[in-house]
């Protein structure tokens, strides 16, 4: 079945704002300018300021509900289902999830390559998938287990890429890199978790996945505004880049912005681009599918990475390739892309049936992971 125009923007406008928001946070890492009370030039290294500028635009997802809402109240035949009322601080401790993940994300992009940053993030299948059995009572079909071990080794090969490539990469000390690595998928424990307490405490009460974002945005805005007032004053030595070598120095952020301010239009680029993204993806699901959802994403790694290499970011790897590839091969079988090519062979499709019976079906599999994506790139 041919996709009509109205699809097509959609999984355009997903792969695009997917795209940017990662390019976007890593182009404002590799900024220069002076801070306040006359500092040396230094980069741009402030991810805690990004990561309240990220959850702005997730917190925007909140008003385009309402005004969807408001929109489709007025048309003679409302067809939105704005969800059952609910409990707004059921969503703080996924929020507070979101939030962490977030910030050390964003602390490691400052030491990594965007494209390892972003193929790294697959670590996320394996966790979830982990937490799900232990917490959720799941059982894991067999090539959903193949797909956590595939993907165990396309980390590997990553790590391994970046171990021979931060020996000769300038940009990126050998030492930030593996320590951004380990950040990377550190993170996505946190992340997993955050999906596990979404799916088992959140979803079951029928919230609309755009006012869900939007909830989570306003709760991660809110706390990681009021944070950043301590961090003001937490010093970390080395570990911080800023002139003041505190934990996040807010003000210097601003007064780099003043002086170069170039700075906001990546700034802003980040903050947008999630908005969309979110409202793109989950769209997408509604009105393509999930399956393609996840092609999507992992489309958007292959983009990442292409644009970098274009824009003189970083060197080819072919063991980084080898590592792409070897993720979307370990990511497509945990989320069951291969089942609508093995349905073709009749033994397949047999022993696939079996599959199912003991594991959830592919339905409500994939309908839980396209709920739970909502936030998951947040």
């Known amino acids: ?48 300021v990004q990561a309240v500028g990220m959850f702005l635009g997730e917190f925007s997802c909140l008003a385009v509900f309402y005004i969807l809402l408001f929109h489709d109240r007025r048309s003679p035949e409302p067809r939105m289902n704005p969800g059952q009322r609910f409990n707004p601080l059921l969503f703080l401790p996924p929020a507070m999830c979101d939030m962490t993940a977030t910030s050390i994300m964003y ?23 982990l937490l799900s059995v232990a917490f959720l009572g799941r059982r894991l079909a067999p090539s959903q287990w193949i797909g956590i071990f595939i993907t165990i080794l396309g980390l590997v090969v990553v790590g391994l890429a970046d171990f021979v490539s931060g020996h000769k990469d300038d940009s990126h000390k050998f030492s930030d890199v593996i320590t951004g690595d380990l950040l990377i998928i550190m993170a996505q424990i946190i992340v997993s978790v955050q999906m596990v307490l979404e799916e088992k405490f959140v979803y079951k009460h029928d919230v609309h996945p755009l006012r869900a974002v939007g909830t989570e945005g306003l709760f991660g805005f809110v706390v990681l505004s009021l944070l950043l007032i301590p961090m003001y004053f937490i010093h970390t030595g080395n570990f911080s880049d800023n002139p003041r070598q505190v934990l996040e120095d807010a003000l210097d952020a601003f007064c780099q912005i003043g002086h170069k301010p170039l700075i906001i239009l990546a700034l802003l680029g980040n903050t947008v681009s999630i908005a969309f993204f979110n409202f793109a993806g989950i769209s997408v ?10 092609v999507l994403d992992s489309l958007r790694t292959l983009v990442i990475w292409v644009v970098s290499l274009a824009l003189g970011w970083e060197q080819f790897q072919g063991l ?36 199912e019976d003991s594991s959830d ?11 739970v994506q909502a936030s998951e790139d947040t």
């Open 320 to 355: 980084q390739v080898l590592g792409f590839l070897v993720l979307l091969t370990g990511t497509a079988l945990y989320n069951g892309l291969h089942r609508p090519l093995l349905a073709r062979i009749p033994w397949c499709a047999a022993r696939m049936n079996l599959e």
């Open 285 to 294: 699901t509604k009105e393509i599918s999930a399956t393609t959802r996840m």
């Open 1 to 48: 079945m041919a996709w009509t125009k109205y699809q097509l923007f959609l999984a355009g406008l997903m792969l695009t704002t997917g795209s940017i928001n990662t390019l976007s946070a890593k182009w404002a890492d590799m900024f220069s300018a002076k801070g306040c009370h006359g500092d040396p030039e230094h980069t741009f290294s402030h991810p805690f």
């Open 107 to 129: 602390v490691a992009l400052n030491m990594t390559s965007a494209s390892s940053f972003q193929m790294l993030r697959g670590a996320v299948i394996i966790f979830t998938g």
């Open 361 to 371: 079906t592919e339905r409500e599999r994939l309908l839980n992971n396209g709920r």
